[in-house]
């Protein structure tokens, strides 16, 4: 059933909403009220998450496009427009990456996942960001990774997603005068069908290890955040890169020898 109301008659496009953390974004919108573009080069993710969300009674609207084309993503603009008159949010959650070395790293990955991850982002705001300025203002929320704030990762990935990072308090700036505020997500270790194989072996283990909360994140928590981001409630948030892993980023776990360890047993006064 539909939920809260906070997006009511609004309409949210997302990127990459076939995955599992687009589609939990996605649901979250249209729980509350939106219409949800589902945008997705995958025709069948892309049903699979429409499917969903109008059963569970929401209003969903799935558009097939390649973010690596310009004329795609104006085509989707129109077809958005056309249908649902407007455009309110647009959450930039497509992307790829690989787990490859520097000296590993093909040079047409590395060009593929620069033209996927912030291409898109650059390329959608470019593209919607008129239509939020002719109406009077709107929300864009991207989303990045933890990896791209610290050096974690496989090269190509953390320079994808820095790039965004490095994006957004310019952009912020440049449409911050028209009412559209613009803030990035950077999720940790999020339970995905990606990585649940991974996180069930040891090395899963190894990771809850260094998180100060002791968990995985989930798609729900990416979810909770985009849709505040995304709401009344954050008018004047804008330009933030805001990390959503558990506090992993901050903290540099050295042991528990070292945490307890009291250089100042022994000393005199």
């Given at each position: 059933?539909v939920?809260?109301d906070?997006f009511?008659?609004?309409?949210?496009?997302?990127?990459?909403?076939?995955?599992d953390?687009?589609?939990?974004i996605?649901?979250?919108?249209?729980r509350?009220?939106a219409?949800a573009?589902?945008a997705d080069?995958?025709?069948?993710?892309?049903?699979?998450?429409?499917?969903?969300?109008?059963?569970?009674g929401?209003?969903?609207?799935?558009?097939?496009v390649?973010l690596?084309?310009?004329?795609e993503?104006r085509?989707m603009?129109r077809t958005v427009?056309?249908?649902?008159s407007?455009?309110?949010?647009?959450v930039n959650n497509?992307g790829i990456?690989?787990?490859?070395t520097?000296l590993?790293?093909?040079?047409?990955m590395?060009d593929?996942i620069?033209?996927v991850?912030?291409?898109?982002?650059?390329?959608?705001?470019?593209?919607?960001a008129?239509?939020?300025?002719?109406?009077?203002?709107g929300?864009?929320?991207?989303?990045?990774s933890?990896?791209?704030?610290?050096?974690?990762?496989a090269p190509s990935y953390?320079a994808a997603?820095g790039?965004i990072?490095?994006?957004t308090p310019i952009?912020a700036?440049e449409l911050?005068?028209?009412?559209?505020?613009v803030?990035?997500?950077c999720p940790g270790?999020i339970?995905?069908k990606?990585?649940?194989?991974m996180?069930?072996?040891?090395i899963?283990?190894?990771i809850?290890g260094k998180i100060?909360?002791r968990r995985i994140?989930n798609?729900?928590?990416?979810?909770?955040?985009?849709?505040f981001?995304s709401s009344?409630d954050?008018d004047?948030?804008?330009g933030?890169?805001?990390p959503?892993?558990?506090?992993?980023g901050?903290?540099?776990?050295?042991?528990?020898?070292y945490r307890t360890?009291?250089?100042f047993?022994?000393?005199?006064?």
């Open positions: 059933m939920g809260k906070r009511t008659d609004k309409v949210a496009i997302v990127t990459g909403a076939g995955g953390i687009g589609r939990e996605a649901r979250q919108f249209a509350e009220g219409v573009v589902i080069i995958n025709p069948e993710a892309a049903r699979e998450t429409k499917g969903l969300i109008d059963g569970d929401g209003r969903s609207l799935a558009v097939q390649n690596l084309k310009s004329e993503i085509s603009v427009l056309r249908k649902c407007r455009i309110d949010i647009l497509a990456g690989e787990r490859s520097l590993e790293t093909r040079e047409e590395w593929l620069m033209a991850d912030p291409g898109s982002v650059f390329r959608c705001t470019k593209y919607v008129p239509e939020m300025i002719r109406q009077g203002g929300k864009i929320v991207n989303i990045a933890m990896m791209g704030m610290i050096g974690m990762g953390t997603k790039a990072i490095a994006m952009v700036a911050g005068p028209h009412r559209i505020n803030n990035t997500v270790f339970r995905t990606l990585n649940r194989d996180i069930a072996t040891p899963g283990d190894q809850i100060p909360m994140g798609v729900s928590d990416v979810a909770a955040l985009v849709a981001l009344d954050a004047y948030i804008n933030a890169v805001i959503l892993d558990g506090g992993m901050r903290f540099l776990d050295l042991g528990e020898d360890y009291d250089p047993r022994g000393t005199k006064e």
